[in-house]
């Protein structure tokens, strides 16, 4: 919980900003709203990214199937040089609700 907690510190700095938001149109609302979280999550990402694992011996590879759908959807960048398509993602029938 602490953690939630931590990460959402910045939240109420932009709660001013809602009714100004809330009036735009739904694309550049949502271009507001993804500018917003990259520009906040970026001390996150630094220090995950010095989290990662690096003895070759392990996993450092996975990408869950989630992943391939965010570049696909353009939500996370991706290379000029690497085009993916979507075709379908496998999930395992005991975990399906």
Same mark, same amino acid.
């Given at each position: 919980?602490?953690?939630? @907690? ?13 009714? @100004?938001? +809330?009036?735009?149109?739904?694309? @550049?609302?949502? *271009? ?6 990259? @520009?906040?999550?970026? *001390? &996150? ?8 694992? %690096? *003895?070759?011996?392990?996993? &450092? ?16 960048? %991706? =290379?000029?040089?690497? =085009? ?5 993602? +496998?999930? *395992?029938? %005991? &975990?399906?609700?």
């Amino acid at each position: 919980m602490g953690l939630a @907690k931590e990460l959402m510190g910045k939240v109420p700095n932009g709660l001013a900003q809602l009714p @100004k938001v +809330a009036t735009m149109d739904a694309g @550049k609302r949502n *271009d507001y709203a993804n500018g917003w979280m990259r @520009k906040n999550i970026q *001390d &996150e990402l630094t220090a995950a990214r010095g989290a990662m694992v %690096s *003895d070759p011996g392990k996993t &450092e590879f996975y990408s869950p199937p989630a992943v391939t759908n965010r570049v696909v959807n353009g939500i996370v960048d %991706s =290379s000029r040089f690497v =085009s993916i398509k979507l075709i379908a993602t +496998a999930v *395992d029938a %005991s &975990e399906v609700q």
